[in-house]
């Protein structure tokens, strides 16, 4: 049973535009949520966080919305770069019982168009 | 700050070897975790170290898989005998603390089994 849900494998948006990636979960205990990138032959690198007592953390371009009674987080990335390119995965985490341990999800292939 | 480190970074054996894989964590790092990324999914946790202790493996495969980290720094991981559905990246990451949120990654040992 999938805890981190990424419903959609892959999204294309013209360079400029805004990216939105979308991120649900099921286990009510994840009180931190974070966003990785991972580029084709490297391990995914740390994006962004957000911890369950916030709504909204931005860093830059990049803008991570929780909803904590839908169970939705989302990262939108403002504007998009074709750098941007790669595989964004969406993680959770309990602080309670779980040691820390991040529950990832498939990941979202983002291509940004010139 | 040097990253995490990984070797080999290829590895292609036939079903029924052992392999074995190597990760050195970013200096100070108490905590080590190994992941499995078969193609298509997100990392899934195999095995977290605290120091050289053993905090959670409960989804290590512990008829075929084993890990350590002799001295708390490096850890090794291997597989013996292998299966075709082995074949997968593994990935290396650590933090400084269970519940620091981040974890680095290295790139990974992406494994063939034939």
């Known amino acids: 049973d999938q805890q981190v849900k990424q419903n959609s494998p892959s999204l294309s948006v013209q360079e400029g535009r805004i990216s939105i990636l979308n991120c649900d979960y099921t286990?009510?205990?994840?009180?931190?949520f974070l966003w990785y990138k991972k580029y084709p032959a490297e391990g995914p690198t740390f994006l962004i966080s957000?911890?369950?007592?916030?709504d909204k953390n931005e860093d830059g371009r990049f803008t991570v919305f929780l909803n904590k009674s839908a169970k939705h987080l989302s990262l939108h990335i403002v504007p998009s770069q074709p750098g941007d390119s790669a595989v964004y995965f969406c993680?959770?985490?309990?602080?309670?019982?779980?040691?820390?341990?991040?529950?990832f999800g498939k990941g979202t292939k983002l291509s940004v168009k010139p | 700050e040097a990253g995490v480190a990984q070797s080999p970074r290829y590895k292609i054996i036939e079903k029924r070897q052992s392999v074995a894989f190597w990760c050195n964590p970013i200096?100070?790092?108490?905590?080590l975790y190994w992941y499995q990324q078969i193609l298509g999914q997100g990392p899934k946790l195999l095995i977290q170290?605290?120091?050289?202790?053993?905090?959670?493996d409960s989804q290590l495969p512990k008829d075929r898989f084993s890990a350590e980290r002799l001295k708390g720094v490096d850890s090794t991981l291997k597989i013996q005998p292998a299966k075709l559905e082995d074949s997968a990246v593994y990935l290396c990451?650590?933090?400084?603390?269970?519940?620091?949120?981040?974890?680095?990654f290295g790139p990974g040992t992406r494994l063939t089994v034939l």
């Open positions: 200096s100070g790092h108490a905590t």
């Open positions: 990451a650590s933090s400084q603390s269970p519940l620091s949120g981040e974890q680095f």
């Open positions: 286990n009510s205990m994840f009180d931190y």
């Open positions: 170290f605290q120091n050289n202790g053993v905090v959670d």
């Open positions: 957000i911890s369950s007592i916030k």
């Open positions: 993680a959770a985490s309990a602080s309670q019982g779980s040691q820390g341990n991040l529950i």
